[in-house]
């Protein structure tokens, strides 16, 4: 199992990022899949999660209303669409797959948001 973030970076308050979670080594369309933040000094937290066909999205309260996550089966990608962010928003973001009973993480991708 692998799982590879990308397009974390450098945003302004207010703008916006996408961030894509590339799966491989298994079946992906059979999963939900998540993703998790952990900020300097702090746990790591969940931000949202989609069920396998992408039929149920759930999100934590601080992100309700600006994020959006998604998933294309046919690509095994799943995305975490990030509006209006906020410098509370800054973190290292985490895809996240629970499979055969064990947690399976991606190496992560940083997104700070600063003027």
């Known amino acids: 199992v692998q799982l590879v973030e990308s397009g974390g970076g450098l945003v302004q308050p207010g703008g916006s990022l996408r961030l894509s979670c590339a799966a491989s080594?298994?079946?992906?369309?059979?999963?939900?899949m998540s993703w998790y933040r952990q900020a300097p000094g702090k746990e790591r937290e969940l931000v949202a999660t989609?069920?396998?066909?992408?039929?149920?999205?759930n999100y934590s309260d601080p992100v309700k209303g600006r994020f959006i996550i998604s998933r294309e089966n046919a690509k095994n990608t799943v995305y975490l669409q990030m509006n209006n962010l906020k410098p509370e928003d800054t973190a290292v973001y985490y895809c996240?797959?629970?499979?055969?009973?064990?947690?399976?993480w991606g190496q992560g991708t940083q997104v700070t948001v600063s003027s």
């Open positions: 080594g298994f079946t992906f369309g059979l999963y939900t």
């Open positions: 996240y797959a629970y499979i055969a009973r064990r947690d399976y």
């Open positions: 989609i069920t396998r066909f992408g039929g149920s999205t």
